[in-house]
């Protein structure tokens, strides 16, 4: 089984009960081991519509990190997300893969880790709260690291 985070957030509707639904819906394909705390944040990046609920999980699973991502789709589709989607839509639920193990893949649909996982307050800080030692495979360093180099402001 790889271990993998991936990041949730909401923006439209009850965004609590979004994600509480969307997590029971990833329990099917995987296992989830952590739970962070769901933060609130304005929306960033362009986005549309109301303050966001974050946050991430972490768990295992079997399937490969392509399917993964089509589930964590068809996931934000059954709860209501149009694709294909205007950037910046307000969205019942997002789900991104941050990190699938130790792997490093880019290709034309897929790029692990997520490119801005990094810059991205709202991820890290959560994958810092339940995951602190596991180490980026790009910068070979802990969570840990990244968020105290990143967190006075480096965002």
Not at 15 to 36: G, Q
Not at 103 to 112: C, D, E, P, R, T
Request: proline fraction near 5%; charge should be positive.
């Amino acid at each position: 089984m790889e271990k993998v985070i991936i990041g949730f957030g909401s923006n439209k509707g009850n965004r609590e009960k979004n994600i509480k639904r969307a997590i029971k819906l990833i329990e099917k394909r995987i296992y989830i081991e952590k739970i962070s705390s769901f933060f609130e944040t304005k929306p960033e990046e362009k986005a549309r519509g109301g303050k966001f609920l974050n946050g991430v999980i972490e768990g295992k699973t079997n399937l490969k990190a392509e399917e993964l991502l089509y589930f964590l789709k068809s996931i934000e589709k059954k709860m209501g997300r149009n694709f294909p989607h205007k950037r910046g839509d307000e969205r019942e639920i997002d789900l991104d893969i941050i990190f699938y193990g130790n792997k490093v893949i880019k290709n034309n649909f897929l790029q692990i880790p997520h490119p801005k996982w990094k810059t991205r307050y709202f991820v890290l800080k959560p994958i810092f709260e339940i995951s602190p030692h596991f180490v980026d495979p790009v910068e070979k360093k802990s969570i840990k690291e990244i968020y105290e180099e990143r967190k006075n402001g480096n965002f």
